[in-house]
Nanobody, 123 residues
Framework: VQLQASGGGLVQAGGSLRLSCEAS????????IGWFRQAPGKEREFVSG????????YYLDSVKGRFTISRDNVKNTASLQMNSLKPEDTAVYSC?????????????????WGRGTQVTVSS
């Protein structure tokens, strides 16, 4: 499966962005999806994930209540709605796919990665 993330940009603190992850190739519904981010000088971290059918989701504690992950297996897309953005959310965000049943919370659990999209939140 090939993935492409989009939707990043520059936003003021408190603003919102919606990231999209478009998939092509093998059946999108075969994969659990994770969103990861990497800020300059920091290690990549898990942000949110969703199971194959979309029933279960999981979030990094610091984004709970602000971010919402979803997917549409007909349109082969996954989305990350980000509200109440903070400067510490600034990072390159990437979507990744895992053939595991569980939500991937570690980068090494994902076999497929899309090119990231930059999110910059100004204070």
């Amino acid at each position: 499966v090939q993935l492409q993330a989009s939707g990043g940009g520059l936003v003021q603190a408190g603003g919102s962005l919606r990231l999209s992850c478009e998939a092509s190739g093998r059946s999108f519904s075969w994969y659990a999806i994770g969103w990861f981010r990497q800020a300059p000088g920091k290690e990549r971290e898990f942000v949110s994930g969703i199971t194959r059918g979309g029933r279960d989701t999981y979030y990094l504690d610091s984004v709970k209540g602000r971010f919402t992950i979803s997917r549409d297996n007909v349109k082969n897309t996954a989305s990350l709605q980000m509200n109440s953005l903070k400067p510490e959310d600034t990072a390159v965000y990437s979507c990744a796919a895992s053939s595991r049943f569980e939500i991937p919370t570690k980068a090494e659990e994902c076999a497929y990665w899309g090119r990231g999209t930059q999110v910059t939140v100004s204070s």
